[in-house]
């Protein structure tokens, strides 16, 4: 089974936003990555519009011809922005205004009943729905319960384990038993956050995980050895 690759290209927009110019473009990016064999592209529309913005979304959905993930918090504003714009993938993150990038996994607890009734419509609406999570197995059937399509396991903690050269055996543990759960309750299991290429192949010898997206990474990569290069990196591992 090939592993799909989602190139999150947020960090081009906050280059861009950075000294308010209209360049680097995040369209253009997005149009590189389905160049290089992405198999989705990955934006999120956060609520402060910190880097992707309205335009990109409009833009992006447009022109490209792979699925676009669209990131979102659970909220009213971005429910609708999303039933308006009909992205193929949603995925819901948590999202704090102060935060420099997403902490850790839903809260799937929390307004629980909205977030049931926002899925169902995403989900009417023609789109696939997935949730951002921590890996833990409770959180698994929580999202099962609530009628997600997929999940997507928040691997910050591992991969910081692995930049720091400590020891990971049990965080890898922990996930590999959450994506064995999750396709047993028949959703599909992707991993996302903090991956380079050294976290990425690791995670491969889990059996299970369709879907992995990578941003940060990868746009910081694209720097010395261009988008495309970095792209063809991460396809090769995924292999």
Avoid: W
Avoid at 14 to 28: H, I, M
Avoid at 114 to 123: A, C, G, S, T, V
Avoid at 162 to 167: F, G, L, P, R
Avoid at 193 to 221: M, P, Q
């Amino acid at each position: 089974m090939k592993i799909r690759l989602g190139v999150n290209i947020d960090h081009v927009a906050t280059v861009r936003n950075a000294r308010g110019e209209t360049y680097p473009s995040p369209l253009r990016a997005a149009l590189l990555a389905q160049k290089n064999g992405a198999d989705s592209v990955t934006i999120h529309l956060r609520e402060d519009r910190r880097h992707i913005n309205e335009f990109d979304l409009k833009q992006i959905k447009k022109k490209l011809k792979i699925p676009l993930n669209l990131e979102i918090a659970a909220t009213n504003e971005m429910l609708k922005i999303a039933l308006k714009s009909r992205p193929p993938f949603i995925c819901i993150v948590p999202e704090k205004r102060k935060e420099i990038t997403t902490e850790g996994g839903l809260n799937l607890d929390y307004k629980k009943n909205f977030l049931e009734n926002l899925i169902n419509k995403l989900k009417k609406n023609k789109s696939r729905v997935s949730l951002f999570i921590e890996p833990s197995l409770k959180d698994i059937k929580k999202a099962k319960k609530l009628n997600a399509d997929c999940v997507e396991i928040h691997t910050g903690k591992f991969c910081n384990l692995i930049n720091e050269n400590k020891n990971y055996r049990k965080e890898l543990i922990r996930i590999k038993n959450v994506v064995k759960f999750g396709n047993e309750l028949g959703l599909e299991v992707h991993a996302g956050h903090g991956l380079t290429y050294t976290s990425a192949k690791v995670l491969t010898k889990i059996d299970g995980i369709k879907e992995f997206n990578i941003g940060h990474f990868l746009v910081g990569e694209s720097i010395f050895v261009g988008m495309s290069s970095a792209i063809r990196s991460f396809k090769k591992i995924l292999k």
